[in-house]
């Protein structure tokens, strides 16, 4: 059934302080919206159960990319189109300005905010995979100040997030330590555009001589929520990429992974293509130009 707009207050303070002071007077009692992309889903469909929308669009403080020598931060409203198209971003984090390129249509990249992709916690969302792999440290902001966790920890079940009800998601924090690291990142889904992964999936290591020394892998659709994946990854840690030490990170990959049947995917594909997935990056991370 259709939503009836008669039953909705928006407020649209047009300052980080002014919606902070509303949260902190109602905590939980508005629900934030950005670029509304997922909201106005819920909204048409008759899902939207919050009546009280805080309107964060066109706050300033959360459009900004700042870069400095050894980070970059990402404002949490900045678009999927800022973000595909920022030279900082695209030169330091190329696997999230492929993420950003993926997400939706250009349409939904014009709207479509980095804080809303995270916080909307899907599983399947596009740029969680890139952000695991690029260590991303989420900066929180309510009325009383600000804390920085790990992306990491932030998620901590399917649709539920390390979020107070007083705060919003400010900036997103990348170190710039990956310079000439080998990189990889795939997104299947039923078409190009417009299309909810099946699995998506970014990873960047380092090789010493023939060797691992660093392999930070991020996947999305194959767990209750965006996952890093530690084990598949210590596995491989030191060791030479071979058709053996693959078949075993395989085998601990399948131990790591959860993956679930809904509308998009059966639990069996997505097992299947995840391992795939992380076959041919491994088999490409072994050939890429590190290897000496
Ligand atoms: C046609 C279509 C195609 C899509 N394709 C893709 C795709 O390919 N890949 C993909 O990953 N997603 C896709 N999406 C989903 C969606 O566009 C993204 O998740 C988008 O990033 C959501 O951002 P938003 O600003 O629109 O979020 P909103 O709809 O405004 O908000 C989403 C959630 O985030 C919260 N929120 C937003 N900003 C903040 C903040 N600063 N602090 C705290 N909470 C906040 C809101 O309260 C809400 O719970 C698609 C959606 C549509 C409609």
New binding site residues.
Partial sequence: MRSDPSEYEMASPGTLAGALDLLRHRPGGW???????????QYSAGRLGARRL?N??GIQE?REIAESDDSLRIG??C??SQLRKHPAVRDHFPLLAM?AA????VA?QN??????????A?P????PPALLAYEAELE?ISAVGTRRIPYRDFHLGYKKTG?YPD????AIHLPKRFAGWFRYAQ?T?TRNA????KI?IAGIGKLRGDYVEALHIGI?AVAPTPLRLHKTESALLEVKITDASIRDALRVLASEISPIDDIRSSAEYRRQVAANLVEDLLRSFAESEQAI
């Fill in positions: 629900l934030p919206v950005a670029g509304g992309t997922e909201i106005m889903v805080l964060l669009w959360l949490g409203g678009t999927f993420a993926w997400t939706g249509s939904n709207r479509a905010t980095i804080a809303g992709n995270i916080v909307n899907s399947a969302a596009d740029s929180l979020l705060e919003l998601l400010l997104k889904g417009q299309a909810i992964s998506c999305g």
